[in-house]
């Protein structure tokens, strides 16, 4: 559910209000303008029309396919960022954190381009970013728990451009105003509806799919005359910027969870610049963004690129799906070789 703004605030203002907030407040602020300048830039550049963006250079650090779009992103958050004092900057296209201004009391993290494989289908792209404060040790800037964080969010470059931020005090969104390159508010005090009847998930894996994540999409397809006692309908777009803004606007639930695929052990999506911010965008917003098992806000990475299961969404879906991971016979059953390779009631 969303509340249409009462005015049109510009995203400026709006800082400017927060700069006075507290010890941090003008930090985060001439931070997340920054980011907010870089991704007006990178919203021309991905609706640019016959701009070579989705040309593959080759690949980033973890592995995954890296587009020309995708390397320009990352360059113009960082010249933004320039002129923002920052002790620790870290990015899906980096193999480790760059340090900065020892001085500084923040750290940012970003995902530059999230769904680049979507680009050249002209779907909808996004920009995801986390802001923390920055600890003593800089070795451990992006070791530290989500609940930490103090600002996240992201932009969406499809029909409209659209801002999705937190300052830790509840979601708002801002649509930039294509007269005057402007963010403006347009939906305050974003909340998400406890139940919804949409899920998104990739339902070509299901043979891959845990008993617990199969149990529930089963229920789901059951409709009315299953246990959820309604029938639903199933989102996939495969880009997480546009997943999880579909669902600030009208509830449902998102999964990407761990399968028994090579390479998909431990999820797939990235916790530090994936997971974080998007769970405390959820959170901020009433929902609730979990592993399965447990809280995504309170886990702590080991690495950077680490990757990690996602389930978020409205909170009785969410809580469900927690429910079927909890239970003793279907827990059982995700750890018995048995189950890897066959189905939830096959013997």
Not at 317 to 334: F, K, M, N, W, Y
Request: glycine share 8%; charged share 20%; with cysteine.
């Amino acid at each position: 559910m969303v509340r249409q703004a009462s005015g049109l605030t510009t995203l400026g203002e709006y800082l400017e209000r927060h700069s006075e907030s507290g010890p941090l407040g003008c930090s985060v602020a001439t931070a997340v303008d920054a980011i907010a300048t870089a991704c007006i830039e990178i919203s021309r550049l991905a609706r640019g029309g016959v701009s070579p963006a989705d040309i593959i250079l080759g690949t980033n650090t973890d592995g995954d396919a890296q587009k020309d779009l995708d390397v320009c992103a990352d360059w113009l958050i960082r010249r933004a960022l320039a002129s923002a004092s920052i002790a620790a900057f870290a990015s899906e296209e980096m193999a480790k954190p760059e340090f900065y201004d020892p001085a500084s009391r923040l750290g940012v993290a970003v995902d530059p381009l999230d769904g680049s494989s979507n680009l050249d289908l002209n779907m909808s792209v996004g920009t995801i970013f986390s802001i923390t404060p920055a600890p003593r040790e800089m070795s451990q800037a992006f070791r530290r728990r989500g609940s930490e964080q103090i600002a996240a969010g992201f932009a969406v470059y499809g029909p409209q451009t659209s801002l999705v931020l937190t300052l830790g005090d509840g979601v708002d969104i801002f649509a930039l105003d294509p007269a005057d390159a402007t963010f403006k508010l347009s939906r305050e005090r974003v909340q998400i509806p406890a139940d919804a009847n949409e899920f998104a998930i990739n339902a070509s894996n299901r043979r891959h799919w845990d008993p617990p994540v199969r149990a529930f999409i089963d229920e789901c397809l059951a409709g009315r005359e299953g246990p959820a006692e309604q029938d639903f309908n199933m989102r996939w777009i495969a880009s997480l910027v546009a997943e999880v803004y579909r669902i600030l606007n009208r509830g449902g639930v998102f999964l990407y969870p761990a399968d028994n695929r090579a390479g998909y052990g431990n999820g797939r999506l990235r916790l530090v610049y994936e997971a974080h911010p998007m769970a405390f965008i959820v959170e901020q917003a009433g929902g609730v963004a979990s592993t399965g098992r447990a809280r995504i806000l309170d886990l702590v990475p080991d690495t950077l690129h680490q990757r990690v299961p996602l389930i978020l969404g409205s909170s009785e879906q969410v809580r469900r799906i927690e429910q079927l991971h909890a239970g003793p016979e279907l827990d059982a059953c995700s750890s018995a070789p048995l189950f890897a390779h066959r189905g939830f009631f096959r013997v």
